[in-house]
Nanobody, 121 residues
């Protein structure tokens, strides 16, 4: 089970840190990803991190603003979001897959519920 939290309402230029706690299995060996879905739009890739944390992958529009990290001892993955923009407004979902990094949502096996991020202008 994946439990995402940390969403909220923030002004443009502000920051939020999302957390995703994994229960029922160890986080080790799993690639973890963050995706987002705005109303009326498809769910899209945001960031992913390899099981060791050595490799990361980002959507171009969040590079330099968002940072994905993980603490396997705490079974938790994070998404630090800085310099937020109104276009970042969406429900954010964490996901896991037992394979290499991927930006393809269809390749993720486990999903958490979303946490809403709203950025006001």
């Amino acid at each position: 089970q994946l439990q995402a939290s940390g969403g909220g309402l923030v002004q443009a230029g502000g920051s939020l840190k999302l957390s995703c706690v994994v229960s029922g299995r160890t986080l080790n060996w799993y690639t973890m990803g963050w995706f987002r879905q705005a109303p009326g739009k498809e769910r899209e890739f945001v960031a992913a991190i390899s099981w060791s944390g050595a490799d990361t992958l980002y959507k171009d529009s969040v590079k330099g603003r968002f940072t994905i990290s993980r603490d396997n001892a705490k079974n938790t993955v994070y998404l630090q979001m800085n310099m937020l923009k109104p276009e970042d407004t969406a429900a954010y979902y964490c996901a896991a897959r037992a394979d290499i990094l991927s930006a393809d949502k269809g390749r993720y096996d486990y999903w958490g519920q979303g946490t809403q991020v709203t950025v006001s202008s």
